[in-house]
């Protein structure tokens, strides 16, 4: 289950671009969480798209180390916070895990607030919205 395969990534142009005009999102420093319900013809109860803005990290390396980092804490996480969550409340959601910090910061640190985000987001899922 610790997989992180094609299907969970998010590709589509129309998804991402719904997702960017009607998405909820909130801030867990250095993480901007956008999310949003989507249909149920998803394969997997999430979507995800990972994005480290080029105006903040010049260097393609710096970009693709973030990248990577956030895209282990998910796979390594998902399927212990977010999955079942998702499966019991028979949801599926498309997400954008947005990196708005200065610095290239550390594993530890980054599942530390990566979790803290997921936390939230659960908490935001379960609030009906007004």
Sequence with gaps: MNSFNKE???????????????GSSF???PFRIIWLA???DLPFPAQILISIPKKRFKKAV???LLKRRIREIYRLNKSEMLYPFLN???????????Y???EISEYAS??????????RLKKNIS????
């Design 62 to 64: 710096d970009r693709n």
């Design 8 to 22: 969970e990534r998010l590709c589509n142009v129309k998804l991402i671009d719904k997702l960017y005009h009607n």
């Design 88 to 98: 019991q409340r028979s949801e599926k959601i498309i997400l954008a895990i947005n």
């Design 38 to 40: 989507a249909d149920s």
């Design 100 to 102: 708005i910090g200065n």
């Design 110 to 119: 980054l599942e530390k607030k990566f979790i803290s985000a997921i936390q």
């Design 127 to 130: 609030e009906p919205v007004c």
């Design 27 to 29: 801030l867990v420093y």
